[in-house]
């Protein structure tokens, strides 16, 4: 498509052509058309107005994006939501019940202090969330828990606590089992 | 919406891509994003049509064949990592794939992506240079492969031309009698290595009677210590010889003085990189053995 085009269009009317894209987010099946310049993270926060999953860099370096991806965590903001067409998506909003029971790593950062602003708290939530579903036995060592926390950066809390609570949502979710 | 606008196509063949991309010469691959859209975002890149790949199940596949092992462009560093013949095969893949980023970022990012993209501090590209690996690409009109050693030309540029699609990255397995080690030093877990060796060393009677090792982070691309392999050739992994072939690693530390690391720190980098991966590869050959 000419980007020539989409010069000389009216202020506050997108040029951009649309993608029908069709996915499953927290259960709930959505259609909509977009921009495949859309990135899912905008897709998320401003068409399906979850706004729990937020957005620090949008370069995959800090991690409060992250969601799940066809059982797979990973970053909104360095992903299309065109290329999420099909797919099915799990957000922080799905993590609680229904009823407004705390997920066991939610209810483990509860317990263990592990925030302080929130504002990382979703993507954190999110990785480990993914991580021990896919990990029933994790290294609970300070330098293995370290390692698959290194992706999310919080400016808050000094880590000390998101480390337990990391701890405490791996016995806490093997308690459940 | 930060990416400048582009035009999205995702064939479900590698012919199909191969015709979008011989059809424009501004059109790119997206495999994971973990590097293309990071840059989109910045306005960095600017693709006119982006051609993900991700429904061609050709590419998504990966297995230990004979000695060697062929993983389609598409595969998630995290899944190769994870492999477990994969692991039985070349222990070094999941100890190198382990140093990229972080879980989340490797859970998209692709092995494909990664060798495409070729940034000259990356992991897997210095240890395809390391084993001696080859890519195979793919046009319009037909198929080739190209060493590692052919492959990597300067930062982020490859032997691929435009419209050429990597489609299999070929690693051998480990060696018999050989043992490796990757260790990188990075300023925060998870980046970029300031300077990174890949070492694979093959001991007989306690004599290296091969001896492989390549650096990523010192140079314009993954490079091979040629000096340094052959200070240790026929000589015990230790003492004198690891002290030289230590010491010749420095000279091949060439990048400048950036904001991250000054030239002769990276050729400290370098020589201590040898001098560590050296001495843990052989003591997993002798383990081996
Ligand atoms: C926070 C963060 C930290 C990171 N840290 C590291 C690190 O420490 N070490 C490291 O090595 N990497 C790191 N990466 C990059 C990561 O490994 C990327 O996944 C990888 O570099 C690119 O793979 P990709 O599948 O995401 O490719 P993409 O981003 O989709 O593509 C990268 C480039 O390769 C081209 N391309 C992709 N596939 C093909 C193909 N089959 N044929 C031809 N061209 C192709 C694309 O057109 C594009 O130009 C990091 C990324 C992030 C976001
Ligand atoms: S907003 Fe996605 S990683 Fe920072
Ligand atoms: S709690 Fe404020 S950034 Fe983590």
């Known amino acids: 498509m000419a980007r020539s085009a989409a010069r000389g269009t009216p202020l506050g009317q997108s040029p951009d052509p649309r993608v029908a894209v069709s996915m499953t987010v927290n259960g709930e099946r959505v259609e909509r058309e977009v921009s495949p310049r859309m990135l899912l993270s905008d897709f998320i926060r401003h068409e399906l107005r979850l706004t729990g999953t937020h957005v620090g860099c949008e370069h995959g370096v800090c991690g409060c994006c992250t969601v799940i991806i066809d059982g797979k965590a990973g970053r909104s903001c360095l992903a299309f939501a065109v290329q999420a067409d099909g797919a099915s998506i799990r957000t922080i909003e799905s993590v609680a019940d229904a009823d407004g029971t705390l997920h066991p790593v939610q209810q483990a950062f509860r317990e263990c202090h592990g925030l302080q602003c929130g504002y990382c708290t979703p993507g954190f939530v999110m990785s480990i969330v993914d991580y021990l579903e896919d990990t029933p036995d994790p290294d609970l060592s300070e330098d293995a828990i370290r390692e698959v926390l290194s992706g999310n950066l919080c400016r808050c809390t000094g880590y000390k606590n998101i480390v337990a609570a990391f701890r405490r949502s791996a016995e806490l979710m093997r308690g459940a089992r | ?247 010749a690693a420095r000279e091949y530390a060439t990048a400048a003085d950036d904001r991250q690391a000054s030239a002769d720190y990276r050729r400290d980098l370098a020589s201590a990189l040898v001098r560590r991966t050296v001495t843990k590869a052989a003591e997993r050959a002798r383990e081996r053995a």
Do not use: W
């Open chain 2, 1 to 247: 919406m930060k990416p400048a606008l582009f035009a999205y196509a995702a064939p479900q063949s590698v012919e199909e891509a191969l015709e979008i991309l011989a059809s424009d010469e501004m059109a790119r691959p997206l495999a994971g994003g973990q590097s293309l859209i990071p840059t989109m975002n910045f306005r960095i890149a600017a693709p006119s049509t982006l051609v993900d790949l991700r429904r061609i199940g050709a590419l998504n596949a990966h297995a230990v064949e004979g000695d060697v092992i062929r993983v389609g462009a598409m595969t998630r560093q995290r899944n190769l990592e994870r492999d477990g013949a994969v692991q039985r095969a070349n222990p070094l893949i999941a100890e190198v794939l382990g140093n990229i980023a972080h879980i989340v970022i490797r859970n998209r990012g692709t092995v494909g992506g990664s060798i495409a993209h070729a940034d000259a501090a990356a992991e897997l590209p210095c240890m395809l240079v390391a084993t001696g690996g080859s890519v195979v690409a793919r046009r319009a009109g037909g198929e080739r492969t190209i060493a590692a050693e052919d492959f990597f030309h300067f930062h982020m540029t490859t032997a691929l031309e435009v419209g050429e699609l990597l489609t299999e990255v070929r690693i051998p397995a480990l060696p018999p009698r050989t043992g490796y080690a990757f260790q990188e030093v990075a300023r925060r877990h998870g980046d970029y290595a300031l300077a990174g060796v890949c070492a694979l060393v093959t001991l007989k009677d306690g004599v290296c009677t091969a001896v492989s090792l390549a650096a990523c982070g010192v140079a314009s691309k993954p490079t091979r210590l040629a000096e340094a392999e052959s200070a240790l050739l026929g000589a015990p992994p230790e003492g004198e010889a690891l002290a030289r072939a230590s010491d």
